[in-house]
């Protein structure tokens, strides 16, 4: 989870038509709880209709929005997000784009990209598919994404070992063997 706190801001101003004035429009400091989880992605692509998940650039709006989907805070007065400046919103990025786990990977080569979009009920499917209880969809997303990584590694077939492998193996194997009966062969 991400704290930030945003500071109290002018928005924008309103006339005054009795004094014949502009007055300030202020939005009180705020300090919103953020979490980067399947639910707020879920939130965001149920009103802008796209994969969040993408390549694609997304807008300031789409972004700002995206925050108010991740927020956990209640009762937020609307304008707060209008007040994110750009120092926030590289937090909420660098959040975002956070591991939040111990669990690495190793390069795949030369692999193809999938051109399948990745969203939130592709998501769903994979817990689905890999029996991961619903609770998760509330872990920082990268977190669960690394699970569904895992469980898609352990449950795929073992790679088989090419010629070199087995004659390298065997070899080894028959090295040892002699070794421990102190044979030649």
């Known amino acids: 989870m991400l704290e930030i706190v945003v500071p109290a801001t002018q928005i924008g101003e309103k006339f005054d038509e009795a004094k014949s004035e502009f007055i300030p429009i202020m939005t009180k400091e705020q300090t919103l709880k953020l979490e980067h989880s399947l639910v707020s992605l879920s939130k965001w692509e149920a ?13 300031a709006e789409e972004s ?37 786990t111990a669990t690495t990977f190793p390069k795949r080569g030369n692999r193809a990209a999938s051109s399948e979009y990745v969203t939130s009920e592709i998501i769903y499917y994979w817990m689905v598919s890999y029996q991961i209880p619903f609770e ?31 004659i390298a193996r065997n070899r080894a194997l028959n090295a040892a063997r ?5 044979t030649r062969g």
Request: aromatic share 6%; proline share 5%; charged share 25%.
């Open 47 to 59: 009103k802008w209709r796209k994969p969040f998940l993408s390549k694609e650039k997304r807008t």
């Open 64 to 100: 700002i929005d995206y925050v108010r989907c991740m927020t956990l805070t209640q009762n937020v007065d609307p304008n707060v997000y209008k007040a994110l400046t750009p120092q926030l919103l590289a937090e909420v990025s660098a959040y975002i784009d956070a591991s939040m």
């Open 178 to 182: 002699r070794k421990k009966l102190n």
């Open 136 to 166: 998760c969809q509330k872990w920082h997303l990268s977190r669960l994404l690394t699970l569904i990584n895992v469980c898609n590694v352990k449950n795929a077939p073992q790679k088989k070992m090419s010629r070199q492998e087995i």
